[in-house]
Every structure is written in structure tokens, then in C-alpha cells.
T-cell receptor
Framework: QKEVEQNSGPLSVPEGAIASLNCTYS??????FFWYRQYSGKSPELIMS????GDKEDGRFTAQLNKASQYVSLLIRDSQPSDSATYLC???????????FGDGTTLTVKP | GAVVSQHPSWVICKSGTSVKIECRSL??????MFWYRQFPKQSLMLMAT?????????EQGVEKDKFLINHASLTLSTLTVTSAHPEDSSFYIC?????????????FGAGTRLSVL
């Protein structure tokens, strides 16, 4: 079992819809959770971080964390074609020094 | 967010030559930097963890004599691909973690695309 699991996709949604990206992790000691966006041929870019249970909203993005279920998700509202990218979930155990990345989910938003 | 500069962004070299890639944290001090490699349409692969003033920690299967890492200051880490061969052609990405922040957010450089002829 991988430490951080994501559906590889591709996930395809129409423009204007809500895209839902999911991530599960195996280490219950994980304390910090991140979502990165990676466009094709580019490096990852941090879009959200979340540290406590519940929802965290930033513009069209909402991260949701449920530590009991070891589950973190990213919702993208009003999806745009420019949101088409691979989304990486990263999980950090406090004092581990490095995050563990999932393999990413590829999202395609169709006009 | 914090800025990580990576240079060069693209390099083409002949087989057998060595290539140095620099990673700088521009507006923060980085106790730890990471080096990743990514092949087309594949996942990020962590190569090594670089800590300022100490030897890098390499992931299993990564040749430390092939990929030399130096983290001489809190703002600079370098990766040298020695005697590069076509199979070393890849996208190399560094990231840095800001010191003195418990949240340990990794900020990525723009990456270096290496092509070995």
C-alpha cells in the first residue's frame, strides 16, 4: 500500500462544474497536508495547505481534511480550462522533514 | 509564497560531460532542500534530501557518486550530474523548506530540463 494514494484519473469535468480530487494516506501521525498543481512540463505549485480537520477555502478552492478517516480532498468550484493540470497531494508527518507525495490526479476541464 | 530559483532552466550537453544545477531560496533561509527527478508523464521521484552543512541523504537506488549534492549555505544547494549519459535526460526539480517554520511547506523551483546527446 502506498503511503499517499490518489486516483490517477484522468478526471474530466465540464467547464463551470465542481471538480473533486481525493487523497488518502496511511500514516496516522501525519499533521500537515498540501495540494500542489503541476501543469504539463512545469514544476509543482502550492495551491493549498491544511492542518486541522474541516474545510479551508481559498477562492475557488476548498481543501477538506478528515484525520479520522485519513482523507483529504480538494474541491475546485466553477472549473476553468486553465485548471487542467495534475494535482498532487502531499502529506507530512511532523518532524519527518519531508513530505510524501501521491502520484497525482490528472484533471481535464472541457470547454 | 516563498521564491525558489533554479538555474539553468534547460541544458543540452554531450554524453560524458558534467552538468551543475543550482537551487536558491531567494527570500528565505532553507535548512532543507530536496532534489527530484521526473520523467515524462510519470510521478515525482525524490532523489535526495540536502541539509545545510551536512552530507545529503540519498534515496534507495540513487547513485551518490553520480549525482553530487552540495548544500553549502542556507540559500543554495547544487546538484551535479557527473558523466551524464542519455538515460540521465530528465526534468530535475528542487524544492526548499523554510527554516524556523513548523509547517514545513515545500516550495519548488521551476525545474531544469536536461537533455544528454
Amino acid at each position: 500500500q502506498k503511503e499517499v494514494e490518489q486516483n490517477s484519473g484522468p478526471l474530466s469535468v465540464p467547464e463551470g462544474a465542481i471538480a473533486s480530487l481525493n487523497c488518502t494516506y496511511s500514516d496516522r501521525g501525519s499533521q500537515s497536508f498540501f495540494w500542489y498543481r503541476q501543469y504539463s512540463g512545469k514544476s509543482p505549485e502550492l495551491i493549498m495547505s491544511i492542518y486541522s480537520n474541516g474545510d479551508k477555502e481559498d477562492g475557488r478552492f476548498t481543501a477538506q481534511l478528515n484525520k479520522a478517516s485519513q482523507y483529504v480532498s480538494l474541491l475546485i468550484r466553477d472549473s476553468q480550462p486553465s485548471d487542467s493540470a495534475t494535482y498532487l497531494c502531499a502529506v507530512l508527518r511532523t518532524n519527518a522533514g519531508k513530505s510524501t507525495f501521491g502520484d497525482g490526479t490528472t484533471l481535464t476541464v472541457k470547454p | 509564497g516563498a521564491v525558489v530559483s533554479q538555474h539553468p532552466s534547460w541544458v543540452i550537453c554531450k554524453s560524458g560531460t558534467s552538468v551543475k544545477i543550482e537551487c536558491r531560496s531567494l527570500d528565505f533561509q532553507a535548512t532543507t532542500m530536496f532534489w527530484y527527478r521526473q520523467f515524462p508523464k510519470q510521478s515525482l521521484m525524490l532523489m535526495a534530501t540536502s541539509n545545510e552543512g551536512s552530507k545529503a541523504t540519498y534515496e534507495q537506488g540513487v547513485e551518490k557518486d553520480k549525482f553530487l549534492i552540495n548544500h553549502a549555505s542556507l540559500t543554495l544547494s547544487t546538484l551535479t550530474v557527473t558523466s551524464a549519459h542519455p538515460e540521465d535526460s530528465s526534468f530535475y526539480i528542487c524544492s526548499a523548506v523554510q527554516a524556523n517554520l513548523a509547517k514545513n511547506i515545500q516550495y519548488f523551483g521551476a525545474g531544469t530540463r536536461l537533455s544528454v546527446l
